[in-house]
């Protein structure tokens, strides 16, 4: 019903209807439950996307990421697609995915870098000269406090090549990088505050 409607400005799941809704996935009744929503009043079915964004005072929609890419933490929710493009315009970075690490019950984001290497730019003169990392790890931590729904990223983790889908190379595993940037951090790992 119309309570489950986000506000404009506040982020939702993206929900949608028309001709081409499909009724059920097929064999998939744990996944038509999650996903299909009928309308009580019309019997139309509506579709919820897992993608999730906003509509501004202007009606334009705005993408924030995956539903299931979200970083829930104590102090507040942080979206992959608000969150990475920020520091993907750092000089040196390739892109960057936002992942959560859990400790002691509390999950806190953890921003895994993948650097521009001589596999990434073999015929481009880029200059990686020693400290290279450094001087990018240094830029992002800096840049991080600079925004609110960025400033609670302190820990920066350099991955030699994301895990992606072999389709297109742009659908990152979030879910296997965040399984690597626990193993990497160690279960004593603590957050800076």
Not at 4 to 22: I, S, Y
């Amino acid at each position: 019903d119309d309570s489950l409607l986000a506000a404009p400005g506040e982020v939702g799941e993206f929900v949608v209807r028309g001709p081409v809704v499909t009724r059920t996935y097929y064999n998939r009744p744990d996944a038509t439950r999650l996903a299909k929503i009928r309308d009580p009043h019309t019997g139309e079915v509506l579709h919820r996307m897992g993608d999730v964004g906003y509509i501004d005072d202007r009606g334009r929609l705005w993408f924030c990421g995956r539903k299931a890419h979200r970083v829930v933490t104590p102090h507040g929710t942080l979206f992959t697609d608000m969150v990475e493009p920020i520091f993907n315009t750092v000089p040196g970075v390739v892109r960057t995915a936002l992942v959560g690490v859990a400790r002691g019950g509390v999950t806190h984001p953890v921003l895994c870098v993948e650097p521009f290497t001589w596999r990434h730019a073999p015929d481009r003169k880029i200059n990686f000269r020693p400290g290279y990392l450094e001087v990018v790890a240094s830029a992002l931590r800096a840049l991080a406090p600079r925004f609110d729904h960025t400033r609670a990223v302190t820990t920066f983790l350099n991955h030699p090549g994301f895990p992606v889908d072999v389709r297109h190379n742009s659908k990152i595993f979030r879910e296997k990088l965040a399984v690597w940037a626990d193993r990497q951090l160690g279960p004593n790992w603590k957050p800076e505050e």
